[in-house]
């Protein structure tokens, strides 16, 4: 991964820009010696949020059965009769 100091975000923005579009590698700007922040391209930045929302719901079903909060499938079939029309 490419480290970048937050000065030369501000004076070499384009380039910086333009080698991470090219590249498709993260760029971890830093602040005074500390991580601040990370440049990634817009499409895998989207990419990632797909993904993180698909884990999400995994995880929401998961807690759904370890909780009981399940139905059978005659009663998921009545409880949806009105959409499966």
Known sequence: MKVELV??????????????HLSKEP?????????SAYLVDVQ???FMQ???ELLEG?????????EGRTLSQSEAKQKMSKWLK
């Open 7 to 20: 000065t030369n975000l501000k004076r070499q923005a384009t380039k910086i820009l333009a080698d991470l």
């Open 27 to 35: 760029v971890l700007i830093t602040e005074h010696g500390q991580p």
């Open 44 to 46: 895998d930045y989207e």
């Open 50 to 52: 797909r993904r993180l």
């Open 58 to 66: 995994l995880s929401r079903g998961e807690r759904a059965v370890l």
